[in-house]
């Protein structure tokens, strides 16, 4: 039985191979590397995100968003837990501003929608928060709904992909392939979530040459949504 993560890979994988041409043969989904055909050779793909920002990086935007989706569940929790009811509210973070604590961030917009609520609704002017200088909009709801949630919304502009970056991937994938199940080749599907902040980028109009990689004999990018293909090699 697969788990969570072999299931989004499945997922990612069978999307891919709609669109680009994979050998026939059996496709088994496991772990280092992800996925095994085994027809006339045996290849092994691993998938691995296309991050902008390595994850570890507290001011990476992969720990800032999670950080953002923290505080507004932590201070929706307040909210409700001092009988508050359901609304939709939105709010957005300044992605200048790096998030350094969920608690106090937490309390002062539990507060702040709180002195709010039944005095304004929709848009709230900045003076309202510019006491909280990691927001940069806030969305107040006026109805009531059983399923209501709080939603982080934050607008962004699209970088467009570094080779630089790229080559970082590979590298290090690159290092690991000694411990993956042995195979005729390897390849790699750096795959994009076109919904996620921490990834979503643009592909170059220039085709990226340059690249090289001894271990994976084929490597692509892919961008979900979009379904963009970039061969790299």
């Not at 691995?48 to 920002?53: G, K, L, Q, V, W």
């Not at 790096?98 to 608690?103: F, M, V």
């Not at 006026?142 to 970088?159: D, G, I, L």
Request: glycine share 6%; hydrophobic share 35%.
């Amino acid at each position: 039985m697969l788990n969570n993560k072999q299931k989004a890979e499945k997922k990612l994988f069978e999307d891919f191979a709609k669109l680009y041409p994979i050998p026939p043969g059996q496709v088994i989904y496991r772990d280092r590397p992800d996925v095994i055909i085994k027809g006339a050779s045996k290849v092994g793909i691993e998938l691995t995100r296309f991050s902008i920002e390595e994850g570890h990086w507290k001011i990476s935007e992969q720990r800032q968003k999670d950080l953002r989706d923290r505080v507004v569940s932590k201070a929706e929790q307040m909210y409700l837990g001092n009988g508050g009811v359901n609304y939709y509210h939105h709010f957005s973070f300044d992605s200048n501003r790096q998030i350094l604590s969920i608690e106090p961030l937490a309390s002062s917009l539990f507060e702040l929608v709180n002195s709010l609520t039944g005095k304004l609704t929709k848009e709230i002017p900045k003076e309202y928060f510019s006491h909280i200088p990691e927001l940069s909009f806030v969305y107040l709801g006026s109805k009531e709904y059983a399923e209501a949630k709080w939603h982080v919304t934050q607008v962004h502009e699209t970088p467009t992909l570094l080779k630089e970056r790229l080559d970082e991937i590979i590298q290090i994938k690159g290092g690991k392939c000694e411990k993956y199940e042995e195979c005729d080749s390897y390849w790699l599907l750096i795959t994009i979530d076109y919904f996620d902040r921490s990834q979503d980028q643009n592909f170059p109009r220039e085709k990226i040459e340059g690249i090289k990689s001894e271990k994976f004999e084929k490597i692509w990018v892919f961008k979900t949504v979009m379904n963009q293909i970039m061969k790299i090699k």
